[in-house]
């Protein structure tokens, strides 16, 4: 999300690296591109100021001639500082007595209902027993969302009638919690505007009940300069421990998250990055900046290839490509766990670096790419896949046919693959090689 | 424009007074164009647009030799004006046609099927016969608020098993609008980010089946923005108009974020006029977009 802010500060460090020396003139450029940058980015104009005068100190001065670029010193300065202002990423503190309450809050749309339900799913994961509760009786069919979503993820949903005001329906969950031995309640709130004081009261009247021992506000990525006022107004009313940013899977800068740390001090402690449940990932500050420099986010991928790769069939696939073995059905087996890691762009887009590139590689195209020559390989039989030279020009047509491609296209990915199967035969006579894949 | 008034009293008193006393009783320093900017961006005018205003405004001063802080304001009125006049609306709620069809999108949470009961009402006003197409089948219960919308307004909601292809769904819709002669086809359709290449394939195949079924159709593509959000509203709009293309705009959750600045960009750098403003969470709170009001009203002490 944070592309476009890294792309300009790469700009604006391009061109001082440069020049010679740091002065205070040029420091003073870099930090107006740096400014319009973050405003871009809708970070909060005041935070923009705070931060800005902080890296000015620093950046102009000793720090700076001591280090072998200056362009170089002040992306470290802007990085720091940036780390700073996120703060450590927080983990919910659920420890003491069961049950524990967990308040979501927000404004209306922020993604409060899909969230609960991440958030339950993965609490259920590390051996929770979560109980949902549908405390949002405003909006229509909000009570029904949550209950769809419970029965998808066969996770419980306290709901009652939207009749019953929510601060009863909260308190009623929490005996039900302790009557069914759930040791998290994860409540739903409506969506309310930071202003509305009748509403405010009511989370407040939440609060005093249900003892929440978390109460996050769920922010959305995309949200403007008014994002301080809304962090502030929650804080206020119903004291924050964390915040939850959402829709990070969009191209929103995402500057509500350092304007909305700054003014409340509580730790951002997770990301909600798609509409699938299991889109949801623990926030990491050193991620999130680097990412802003444009230094690429290669951690979260390494992260998801450990998830969604299968451990076993790895060391198979490696096994096999080891001894040479390695045919067109390991070729689709690996195919497909890629496509598992999800949309191919995004997975690009975390390599450094790549920023750059990928806007000229298109997603439709590679993953177009990868697609056909699923099929390809899809449309041939079992014997063909373990080897290829059974392959004459009539099994080609067919397998054309069947895959809607040219006979060209079979042959090209045949071509290719011939290249690489030689590529690993050369690689596995290799000793050193041989040592270094085996020590996964 | 009363309620419009009023509600933007807080983006006046938190915003735009301030620019008043910015433009007060003194002479221009170096600080009134300071304050300025920071009263704009606050507004979420975004950064680039603010620049150029106040570029422009120091040339007219400059040109026009304005010395004087308060003679700024009628200058930067115009200058705002000029920006959403660029592209005015031209919204009818009467049509010819035989159907009528609406397509509305937007991210996620921007608030389209809140806004489709509201644009819903306003036109059964004004007696069109509306059905209403549930084209989200994906987000759990999108179909449900829906039909309790379509309930309340007394209209019907053409509906499909969930997870159903959304184009199926739309496509029985144009054909329940046919049977039952309806002049109005509105088709609410999933919150998705316009960054997702599938998600925005999907929009394009609903717009296929509307233009295959209805003639011209669909005749008004309708974003729906939320104008709490910043800079990413723009990209939004862009990214939207680039896939399906965009008749207008409709600004939604005006009640309490005093903002809307954002609507400056929209309107004058990619020529999408704002045709609506939401205005809370009851039906009737919808307002038809007045440029001119806009603006006054922002400056109204």
């Known amino acids: 999300m944070f592309e476009g802010l890294s792309e300009k500060l790469q ?85 003491g007595p069961a049950p524990r309450v967990v308040m979501l809050v927000g404004l209306q749309g922020s993604g409060k209902t899909t969230t609960a339900a991440k958030l339950a799913l993965r609490l259920r994961s590390a051996g929770r027993k979560p109980l949902l509760v549908a405390a949002d009786t405003y909006r229509p069919a909000a009570i029904t969302q949550l209950e769809q979503l419970g029965r998808q993820l066969s996770i419980t949903v306290h709901s ?4 019953v005001p929510p601060p009863v329906i909260c308190q009623n969950a929490i005996t039900r919690a302790i009557q069914g031995a759930f040791d998290v309640v994860i409540l739903d709130t409506a969506g309310r505007l930071q202003i509305d004081d009748k509403m405010m009261a009511e989370i407040e009247d ?97 992260e998801k290839a450990q998830v969604e790769f299968d451990e076993k069939e790895t060391l198979r696939t490696a096994e096999r490509m080891m001894t040479a073995k390695f045919d067109l059905e390991d070729f689709l087996g690996q195919l497909r766990q890629i496509k598992k890691m999800g949309p191919i762009g995004d997975l690009l887009k975390m390599i450094p670096g790549f920023n750059q590139i990928s806007k000229d590689l298109t997603p439709e195209m590679t993953e177009g790419q990868m697609k056909r020559t699923e099929a390809i390989i899809s449309s041939m039989t079992r014997d063909e896949r373990r080897d290829p030279n059974l392959l004459n020009a009539s099994r080609k047509r067919r397998v054309a046919r069947g895959s809607g491609v040219d006979v060209q296209d079979v042959n090209e990915l045949l071509k290719q693959f011939k290249q690489a199967q030689t590529m690993m035969k050369q690689l596995s006579s290799n000793p050193r090689l041989r040592n270094m894949l085996k020590r996964p | ?70 003679a700024l304001r009628g200058a930067l009125k115009r200058e705002l004006k000029a920006l959403l006049l660029s592209h005015p609306a031209t919204h009818s709620f009467a049509s010819n046609r035989m159907l009528e069809v609406i397509m509305m999108i937007g991210v996620n949470g921007s608030g389209k099927t809140t806004s489709i009961a509201k644009l819903c009402k306003l036109y059964k006003q004004r007696g069109r016969k509306v059905l209403l197409a549930a084209a989200d089948t994906f987000r759990a219960a999108a179909v449900d608020q829906l039909q309790v919308w379509g309930e309340r307004n007394g209209v019907d909601v053409i509906t499909g098993p969930q997870a159903v292809d959304p184009g199926a769904v739309t496509h029985d819709a144009v054909m329940a609008a046919f049977a039952r002669k309806a002049d109005l086809l509105i088709v609410d359709t999933a919150g998705r980010l316009h960054t997702k290449h599938n998600l925005m394939q999907e929009l394009v195949k609903i717009k296929n089946v509307l233009q295959r079924t209805v003639h011209e159709a669909p005749h008004q593509t309708l974003i729906v923005i939320d104008a709490a959000n910043g800079q990413n509203a723009i990209a939004q709009a862009k990214g939207f108009a680039q896939a399906v293309g965009v008749t207008g705009a409709i600004l939604t959750k005006l009640d309490g974020t005093p903002k809307g600045g954002v609507a400056f960009s929209i309107v004058s750098d990619l020529g999408i006029p704002i045709l609506f403003v939401g205005t809370g969470e009851k039906i009737d709170d919808i307002e038809p977009f007045d440029a001119d009001a806009f603006v006054e009203d922002l400056f109204e002490a």
């Open chain 1, 11 to 95: 700009a604006v460090f391009d061109r001082l690296g440069r020049r010679g020396v740091l002065s205070e003139a040029d420091v003073d450029v870099a930090l107006r591109e740096v400014r319009l940058a973050l405003l871009e980015a809708d970070v909060n104009f005041k935070v923009v100021k705070d931060f800005l005068a902080r890296v000015r100190v620093r950046a102009i001065g000793a720090e700076v001639h001591k280090s072998l670029t200056p362009g170089q010193a002040v992306i470290k300065i802007v990085h720091d500082e940036l780390l700073t202002t996120l703060g450590e990423g927080g983990k919910l503190d659920l420890g």
């Open chain 1, 160 to 163: 009652e009638s939207a009749s």
């Open chain 1, 206 to 302: 939440v609060r005093q009940r249900t003892k929440p021992c978390e109460t996050l506000l769920i922010a959305d990525a995309m949200t403007g300069q008014e994002a301080v006022n809304i962090a502030d107004a929650f804080n206020k009313r119903v004291g924050l421990t964390g915040l939850i940013l959402t829709k990070v899977d969009g191209d929103a800068r995402g500057g509500a998250a350092i304007s909305m740390r700054a003014v409340t001090g509580v730790p951002i402690k997770f990301l909600a990055t798609g509409e699938k449940p299991d889109a949801f990932e623990p926030f990491h500050p050193d991620r999130l900046a680097s990412r802003i420099l444009g230094m690429g986010d290669v951690m979260t991928l390494i």
């Open chain 2, 1 to 70: 424009m009363a309620s419009l008034r009023d509600t933007l009293s807080r983006t006046r008193n938190s915003v735009f007074s301030r620019i008043q006393t910015a433009l007060g009783q003194s002479d221009i320093t170096d600080e009134t164009w300071e304050e300025l900017e920071m009263l704009l961006l606050q507004a979420d005018v975004g950064a680039t647009t603010t620049e150029g205003l106040i570029t422009r405004l120091r040339e007219r001063a400059r040109a026009d030799g304005i010395v004087r802080a308060d």
